[in-house]
């Protein structure tokens, strides 16, 4: 198994920045690929970035300039830097670990909310 814990997450003005974490403990082995997702109210839950052990790195389009995914592999750490915040990222941020075969599963975090507000 893998627990994920995220933090991070917080109130900030529009423009402003944050850096979510989210570390990982257990069959840190078994990890293919981890990322962001984000779920406002009312909305389905959708891909923010995410990162494979190859360092190869997917964007949400509209999103792309602005977040940066990264990992320290020491740490066993995700990291989500979130520049040029608008209100409209508003939302839980969640953390994914994508386990390779022969699991094939994936876990979440329990997620961290961020508020971009004046």
């Known amino acids: 198994q893998v627990h994920l814990v995220e933090s991070g997450g917080g109130l900030v003005q529009p423009g402003g920045s944050l850096r979510l974490s989210c570390a990982a403990s257990g069959s840190i082995y078994s990890i293919y690929a981890m990322g962001w997702y984000r779920q406002a109210p009312g909305k389905q839950r959708e891909l923010v970035a995410a990162?494979?052990?190859?360092?190869?790195?997917n964007y949400a389009a509209s999103l792309k300039g602005r977040f940066t995914i990264s990992r320290d592999n020491a740490k066993n750490t995700v990291y989500l830097q979130m520049n040029s915040l608008k209100p409209e990222d508003t939302a839980v941020y969640y953390c994914?670990?994508?386990?390779?075969?022969?699991?094939?599963?994936?876990?979440w975090g329990q997620g961290t909310q961020v508020t971009v507000s004046s």
């Open positions: 990162i494979t052990n190859d360092d190869i790195t």
């Open positions: 994914n670990a994508e386990r390779k075969q022969p699991w094939g599963d994936d876990y």
